[in-house]
């Protein structure tokens, strides 16, 4: 049994912003990566939106957290927070 927090070696992580806490023990996290245009080599903003498990709800909308790739959780969550990188600021 190993921890929740604890990341495997050789595991992909990410670090993305969380775009939305709405639902239990699962956070929305916006990750984006920038990457050259296939034809015309511009620099271009990527984006992508992953469902990552938050066990105890910590993790609030607008935090940078980085996040784990695991075994499914769910349908559509096979990543988790493994710790925030920087809380939100309030506006």
Do not use: C, F
């Amino acid at each position: 049994m190993s921890d929740v927090q604890t990341p495997v070696k050789n595991t992909r992580t990410l670090v993305g912003r969380i775009v939305s806490d709405k639902r239990a023990k699962t956070v929305t996290v916006l990750v984006e990566r920038r990457a050259a245009h296939e034809l015309y080599g511009k620099i271009v903003a990527r984006s992508r939106k992953y469902h990552a498990h938050d066990e105890k709800g910590e993790y609030k909308m607008g935090d940078l957290v980085e996040i784990a790739e695991g075994r499914p959780i769910s349908k559509t969550k096979s990543w988790t927070v493994t710790r925030l990188v920087e809380k939100a600021r309030l506006v």
